[in-house]
């Protein structure tokens, strides 16, 4: 298996656009998560998915940030308008149902917002 | 109040026993603790998740007191590669059983 697979690794935009990270999980695991890292927040969850559907997005900053997960191998993360506090490495982890605990994480996408 | 408390650095020499303990005063009693390791521009990797007690696997052990309030991570002989960020990650109570990372310690191996 590939492992987790995002997409782009890297995005530099300007202030104001949208931006979208895209994540494909390993397949057969049916729980998702998208991730912020920061030096000042740390690891922060702003999302979750189990069978692709939504089930925390207590994490999720503000209406500017939306994710979907249309199907079982594929999740978007979208951010508009962005703006440079939005900057970070994003990152999509997927799990098998119940063990949540044991995510297995892609490579990130570190946004730099201008 | 912190949700979970790590020392946020430890130094080391290659073949020393390092231990890296994790506090988590309100952890929900069913769930796993758990620890990841991460290097530099990579994700958090799994290393060991335990419940209670002592758990060892090729890579590290995890102990867990009775009272499941912290768990030590401890990692026999290192060397330089295991150098990097190590996270534990647990439920929270206070926050619906949340899974939450700490904040993570960073561990230098030096020569």
């Known amino acids: 298996d590939a492992g987790v697979i995002q997409s782009p690794r890297h995005e530099v935009t300007e202030m104001g656009q949208e931006v979208t990270l895209r994540c494909k999980p390993i397949s057969g695991h049916n729980s998702l998560f998208w991730y912020r890292q920061t030096m000042m927040r740390g690891l922060e969850l702003l999302i979750y998915?189990?069978?692709?559907?939504?089930?925390?997005d207590s994490g999720m900053p503000e209406d500017r940030f939306s994710a979907k997960m249309p199907n079982a191998s594929f999740s978007t993360l979208k951010i508009q308008p962005s703006e440079p506090r939005d900057s970070a490495v994003y990152f999509c982890?997927?799990?098998?149902?119940?063990?949540?605990?044991?995510?297995?994480f892609g490579p990130g996408t570190r946004l730099t917002v201008l | 109040l912190a949700k979970t408390t790590q020392p946020i650095s430890m130094d080391s020499y290659e073949g020393q026993e390092v231990n890296i303990t994790c506090s988590h005063n309100?952890?929900?009693?069913?769930?796993?603790i758990t620890w990841y390791q991460q290097f530099p521009s990579q994700g958090p990797r799994f290393i060991i998740q335990?419940?209670?007690t002592k758990v060892t696997n090729e890579v590290a052990s995890l102990f867990i007191p009775a009272d499941r309030k912290s768990s030590t991570l401890s990692l026999p002989r290192v060397s330089l590669s295991d150098t990097a960020v190590y996270y534990c990650?647990?439920?929270?109570?206070?926050?619906?059983?949340?899974?939450?990372f700490g904040a993570g310690t960073i561990l230098r191996v030096k020569s």
């Open positions: 309100n952890i929900a009693t069913n769930d796993y």
């Open positions: 998915f189990n069978n692709n559907v939504p089930i925390d």
């Open positions: 982890a997927s799990s098998l149902s119940g063990k949540e605990n044991e995510q297995f």
């Open positions: 335990g419940y209670k």
């Open positions: 990650l647990v439920a929270i109570l206070e926050y619906g059983n949340k899974l939450v």
